[in-house]
């Protein structure tokens, strides 16, 4: 009499996904922690700003108006300013790191070495392996992403009159809402993808991290370009307020032509704007304009061409991961 043994085999689609997302954890515990404190620093500098430094410069503000002959103290205001605008900064451009690392560490060094290809081939499919890649910075980024915004709307707003900018400076714009959340996200995607292709360490850093700068700069010129600006006309177009994004300025002559002349928008009362224009031959004054009733409208398209661009570079990692995977 004989005995058969039979091994069943191993059914991958039932890896569970907790065990999984614990070995991502595991083996990114270094990236998440950096994330982490980078988080808190950045909340940390900015409620310093916001409860001493600008605390501080109110109160040398208030001793000023106490005095008789006043007094001028523009170094802690633009100190408090520098240092607003670096933390913008940071904020905005930290999707460049966010490819780096992606591109690098989360898939072209385990592709580079092997180790992801001998996990497919033992515990885990190839998208599952993707999808958590990608699902746990991502929800990383989400938590931390969300924070910042809403610290850095706060603190931006209470003290509007201590900063040098304006909601339509790309930092700011950025910064107040859901967009530099996409910009983290793509960047994740282009550097997963970027890893995909290249398979290969540091080419994979380089590409993405390119490709996240020259899309940076390219839509941060642009992107005031997805919403239609408003036309304003006369003396509204003369006297515009500095909360206004100033696309184009000039003025009209008899045959309706518009003209690169800007000689009458200096005129304050209305019998020099008057004047100006008669001499001038002017018919008009024009201005195109975003107010800051725009700001939403124009973030929220802006944020739309980004998480496109993520959705694009996600779907292609996951087509040419299966069919690479073959």
């Given amino acids: ?25 595991r083996l990114h515990r ?22 001493v430094t600008g605390a501080e410069i109110r109160a040398e503000r208030a001793a000023c108006r106490k005095l008789a002959d006043g007094c001028i103290d523009l170094g802690s205001a633009f100190d408090y300013s520098s240092a607003t605008s670096s933390i913008g900064t940071l904020i905005a451009y930290s999707s460049y790191a966010v490819a780096a690392w992606a591109g690098a560490s989360l898939t072209g060094r385990e592709l580079e070495r092997g180790t992801a290809q001998l996990a497919w081939t033992q515990s885990i499919t190839p998208v599952r392996w993707l999808t958590v890649k990608l699902a746990v910075p991502a929800a990383a980024l989400t938590v931390g ?3 910042l ?6 603190t931006w707003s209470s003290n509007r009159d201590l900063r040098g900018d304006e909601w339509y400076y790309i930092d700011p714009f950025l910064n ?12 994740l995607a282009v550097g997963a993808l970027a890893g995909i292709v290249l398979r290969r360490t540091l080419p994979a850093l380089t590409v993405a991290l390119g490709f996240m700068v ?26 515009l307020p500095n909360t206004a994004d100033q696309l184009d300025l000039g003025a009209v002559t008899a045959s309706g032509a518009r003209v690169d002349d800007l000689s009458c928008f200096d005129a ?59």
Avoid at 42 to 49: D, Q
């Fill in 1 to 25: 009499m004989s005995t058969t043994l039979t091994t069943a085999p191993c059914d991958t689609a039932r890896v569970p996904l907790r065990g999984v997302a614990r070995t991502v954890l």
């Fill in 145 to 147: 992403m969300t924070v």
């Fill in 268 to 326: 304050d009362a209305d019998i020099d704007y008057a004047r100006c224009m008669s001499e001038k031959g002017f018919t008009d004054l024009y201005a195109e304009v975003h107010p800051a009733s725009h700001f939403w409208p124009l973030h929220l398209m802006t944020t739309g061409v980004v998480l496109a661009v993520a959705a694009l570079a996600t779907i292609a990692a996951f087509w040419l991961l299966r069919r690479r995977a073959r």
């Fill in 214 to 239: 020259a899309f940076h700069l390219w839509l941060g010129e642009r992107f005031d370009q997805l919403w239609p600006s408003t036309t304003l006309v006369g003396t509204a177009a003369s006297r």
């Fill in 176 to 187: 107040r809402g859901p967009a530099i959340l996409a910009y983290a996200l793509c960047a």
């Fill in 149 to 154: 915004v809403l610290v850095y709307r706060w």
């Fill in 30 to 51: 270094s990236a998440l922690l950096v994330w982490s404190a980078y988080v808190l620093l950045m909340v940390g500098w900015m409620l310093w700003l916001e409860y």
